[in-house]
């Protein structure tokens, strides 16, 4: 079995394929703080949870925004699994075409998305991922990466409103029925979400415009995926394991002819 890791600002999503067969799936917080011993026995007990044992795993693949903590996650790895990592890197085998001016910019959990959506759903595509920060990627009916867009991240939105105002309360993050709200909390709740929604809807479009391609398919991922997809016409598709697919197709591309993975950590 492959254990695929996406280390993100907020939390690392974790799952176990057997082949194409996602076996289990995790998801466990960020935390700088915790150690590869704090981590290892996290996940061993998430496998024993499960009924499973982490001596099966024969392979690990990992994603990482968060470079801070990849040394640890590495040793964790070693010592919990004995299995040395493989890491979403520059230079790795995608079986796409990146048009980034510059592709070492490009954040491996980007790369793992395009693979992932214009592998599964078919091009041209479009995927969206509702993480800290929302990511938007464009991908070609020829299957290129044509480059994207960042946005502040629903959560992160909230906090500002929240932290950088004196008056404004803590809200709880659901989309009210009206837009015109008649009280303080649904006021925030309208305007954050609805906000969100129509530049949801804006991007896209204009997203499908310089593809040139109008009925590109919208694939969505990421925590606040299902929350936003409630109003927005836009998106075809949600995918909460987009990401870790697309991680483990790409430990499949670069498995040498040893079963061995091809790249290691930089």
Known sequence: MILVMDIGNTNIKTALFKGTELIQSWRIATNLASTSDEYGIIMEGMFQHAGLNTGDVRGVMISSVVPTVNF????????????????????????INILYDNPRELGSDRICNAVAASAIYGTPCIYIDFGSATSFGAISRKGDFLGGCICTGVRLSQDAVVKGTSRLPHFELIIPDKII?????????????????????????????????????????????????????????IDGLLTLKGIRMLYEKNRDPLGQEASRAV
């Open 72 to 95: 640890t996650i590495e040793h964790m790895c070693r010592d919990f699994f004995n299995q040395e990592p493989s890491f979403v890197v520059p230079g790795i085998k995608t079986g």
């Open 181 to 237: 709200a008649r009280t303080t909390i649904t006021n925030l709740q309208s305007g954050l979400l609805y906000g969100y929604v129509g530049q949801v809807n804006y991007i896209v479009a204009r997203m499908r415009e310089e593809m040139g391609e109008p009925h590109a398919k919208v694939v969505a991922t990421g925590g606040f995926a299902h929350l936003i997809a409630q109003q927005s016409e836009v998106i075809d598709h």
